[in-house]
């Protein structure tokens, strides 16, 4: 989708009433979409399997503060989101405007739920914190970045070479 002026007051009632069947939800370029639908996407959209939501903005109308998100926080520390158990790859890109302790929630929920998160595959996102201190920024990527690939990343022993197939 690529509605502008999309808001997730708007999105959580559309998935809740039509997204129990969905396998992908693609959101691009929606300056007024926040994740506040995050914390009912497990149960208004069981069978999903990607999110992609890429938060780039831009209006080919309009030149003036066309790349500026049109809400006031991406997500609050109360707006716990709940993942489904298909899924399969998350992609979230250009997420702002949210504070250290909404993103802390946000991670933490991913790597609480890896139990339930058994085909989940591949995670790609691209975020920014409300944070001044270069030093903070650093510290918190490289926090959740090991401990995202400790829970998440899957090493398989390479294949016995014995077992092929028969030419």
């Not at 944070?131 to 398989?156: A, C, G, H, L, Q």
Request: glycine share 2%.
């Amino acid at each position: 989708m690529n509605f502008p002026s999309l808001e997730s007051f708007n999105l959580a009632p559309l998935l809740a009433s039509h997204g129990g069947k969905l396998k992908d939800i693609v959101l691009n370029h929606n300056n007024s979409l926040n994740l506040a639908f995050l914390p009912q996407l497990a149960s208004s959209c069981p069978d999903l399997e990607r999110l992609k939501i890429d938060l780039r903005f831009y209006n080919s109308f309009v030149s003036f503060r066309d790349l500026e998100p049109h809400f006031e926080t991406l997500l609050t520390r109360e707006m716990v989101p709940v993942w489904p158990r298909k899924l399969q790859r998350i992609e979230l890109f250009h997420l702002r405007k949210w504070d250290r302790a909404s993103a802390d929630t946000f991670f933490s929920s991913l790597v609480d739920s890896a139990a339930e998160l058994p085909d989940l595959r591949y995670i790609d996102i691209k975020a920014s914190i409300n944070e001044s201190n270069w030093r903070d920024r650093i510290s918190f990527r490289n926090k959740w970045t090991n401990r995202i690939e400790k829970v998440f990343k899957r090493v398989s022993a390479p294949p016995d070479p014995r077992l092929r197939s028969i030419p």
